[in-house]
């Protein structure tokens, strides 16, 4: 119910800022600027509820993994347990990028500087599993 509710939450504010963007074309550079300013904030804010929301979920059904995850690895940034708890999930790199509104591309980087950051060198051994084994 309150994933619904945050999805339709999410749709409504994305209508309002294509909206907005639309008006925008006719105003002036100067209050253009300023409404782009506005549009990015309602972005950011609906994004950081939408992460919120999703690890208070991911927390009840993976209650230890960010423990484990910081005590394996204490120098971790917030992005990048965040990028840990969606591999724990097995999503792809396309996934979190359009999850994320991120490129592609930035998730492959920061894929390769987590695993730069937690020791992985090993072609073998992939992110991906030695995330899913914590």
């Known amino acids: 119910m309150k994933v619904m509710k945050t999805l339709k939450k ?6 309002i800022c294509n909206q907005l963007d639309e008006l925008k074309k006719d105003l002036k550079p100067t209050k253009s600027k300023q409404l782009t300013q506005l549009v990015k904030a309602l972005k950011t804010s609906t994004q950081k509820d939408q992460w919120e929301e999703f690890e208070l979920r991911f927390k009840e059904v993976h209650t230890d993994f960010y423990d484990q995850l910081i005590s394996l690895y204490p120098d971790l940034t917030a992005n990048e347990r965040r990028l840990c708890a969606f591999l724990k999930l097995n ?3 396309k996934e979190i990028a359009s999850l994320t509104q991120q490129s592609v591309r930035a998730i492959e980087m920061a894929r390769f500087r987590l695993r730069k950051k937690i020791g ?3 072609t073998e051994m992939s992110l991906d599993s030695v995330i899913s084994n914590i």
């Not at 999410?10 to 209508?15: A, R, T």
Request: net charge negative; hydrophobic share 25%.
């Open 10 to 15: 999410k749709e409504s504010i994305d209508d």
């Open 91 to 93: 999503m792809t790199t």
């Open 120 to 122: 992985i060198t090993n």
